[in-house]
T-cell receptor
Framework: DTAVSQTPKYLVTQMGNDKSIKCEQN?????MYWYKQDSKKFLKIMFS???????INETVPNRFSPKSPDKAHLNLHINSLELGDSAVYFC???????????????FGNGTRLTVT | GEDVEQSLFLSVREGDSSVINCTYT??????LYWYKQEPGAGLQLLTY?????DMKQDQRLTVLLNKKDKHLSLRIADTQTGDSAIYFC????????????FGDGTTLTVKP
């Protein structure tokens, strides 16, 4: 199936640990994103990459580092996890590159991160 | 959400129409989207409207855009229990490198 897939679906870890979330899309899209959804369901963009190049970097602690080995993958690595990092993290992709940012987002099913 | 506002909750009876409202502040927004999020899932595109349109109809869904008031609405006719979900409006501002700004989401509850 064509989709945006992210792993793992659930991640439970202790404070201070380092963890990664992986994302892959086989839609042939040029742009990929990470969004964070908090407990109130508010959705905020964290990063976006266009063809492996970082184009949006919101005010996110530098403990969060995205990595895009190719345009079909965008992974999120988080160092020194804190309680406040608990949330659902969504990967998304969209078609088109620079000057063509009018395409809707295709979302993965989310990774629920719980930091204890 | 930043500059995009929605009421948080809406409850309707099955078979009634639902109207979900959204206001935005950036008049340069050219693309406006509605997404649906079911429990435990990601957001799915429901419908969209371009800023040069006033209305768009797609089966049970009707989107109305009032550019003067910067107001967007989503009407769901004959609402079903399967329509229960969170609905997000989102805008893309061309000058913002493709950043979609989402409203805070409206939780729609459909009662039988």
């Amino acid at each position: 199936d064509t989709a945006v897939s992210q792993t793992p679906k659930y991640l439970v870890t202790q404070m201070g640990n380092d963890k990664s979330i992986k994302c892959e899309q086989n839609l042939g899209h040029d742009t990929m994103y990470w969004y964070k959804q908090d407990s109130k369901k508010f959705l905020k963009i964290m990063f976006s990459y266009n063809n492996k190049e970082l184009i949006i970097n919101e005010t996110v602690p530098n403990r969060f580092s995205p990595k895009s080995p190719d345009k079909a993958h965008l992974n999120l690595h988080i160092n020194s996890l804190e309680l406040g990092d608990s949330a659902v993290y969504f990967c998304a992709s969209s078609q088109g590159g620079r000057r063509e940012y009018n395409s809707p987002l295709h979302f993965g099913n989310g990774t629920r991160l719980t930091v204890t | 959400g930043e500059d995009v506002e929605q009421s948080l909750f809406l409850s309707v009876r099955e078979g009634d129409s639902s109207v979900i409202n959204c206001t935005y502040t950036d008049s340069s927004s050219t693309y406006l989207y509605w997404y649906k999020q079911e429990p435990g899932a990601g957001l799915q595109l429901l419908t969209y409207i371009f800023s040069n349109m006033d209305m768009k109809q797609d089966q049970r869904l009707t989107v109305l855009l009032n550019k003067k008031d910067k107001h967007l609405s989503l009407r769901i006719a004959d609402t079903q229990t399967g329509d229960s979900a969170i609905y997000f409006c989102a805008e893309i501002r061309d000058t913002n490198a493709g950043k979609s700004t989402f409203g805070d989401g409206t939780t729609l509850t459909v009662k039988p």
